[in-house]
């Protein structure tokens, strides 16, 4: 199986900046993209960033400017360095990785367990 384990996360006052990092392991194929999503108390859960495997990258209008996404190809890492910290930006923040575990599977999302971020005003 595919695990994924995320660190960073943590309390910041607005203005501040925060690293996240997830790295995938186990039995995995090939990753075709990575990515952090977030989810506030009563919001959707969006999309924040996303990298493909070609070196594409997304990211929500709300974050363009202060966050940037990144891989480690060699350590199946994503990192998602966040600035400028917005008391809005106060989320669970899950990492997702779309990968092929074997090559005669098609390809699965797996999920981190989530870390908290809180940014005060």
């Known amino acids: 199986q595919v695990q994924l384990v995320e660190s960073g996360g943590g309390l910041v006052q607005a203005g501040g900046s925060l690293r996240l990092s997830c790295a995938a392991s186990g039995s995995i194929f090939s990753i075709n993209a990575m990515g952090w999503f977030r989810q506030a108390p009563g919001k959707q859960r969006e999309l924040v960033a996303a990298i493909i495997s070609g070196g594409s990258t997304n990211y929500a209008d709300s974050v363009k400017g202060r966050f940037t996404i990144s891989r480690d190809n060699a350590k199946n890492t994503v990192v998602l360095q966040m600035n400028s910290l917005k008391p809005e930006d106060t989320a669970v923040y899950y990492c997702?990785?779309?990968?092929?575990?074997?090559?005669?599977?098609?390809?699965?999302?797996?999920w981190g367990q989530g870390t908290q971020v809180t940014v005060s005003s």
């Open positions: 997702n990785v779309r990968a092929v575990p074997a090559i005669t599977l098609g390809s699965k999302d797996y």
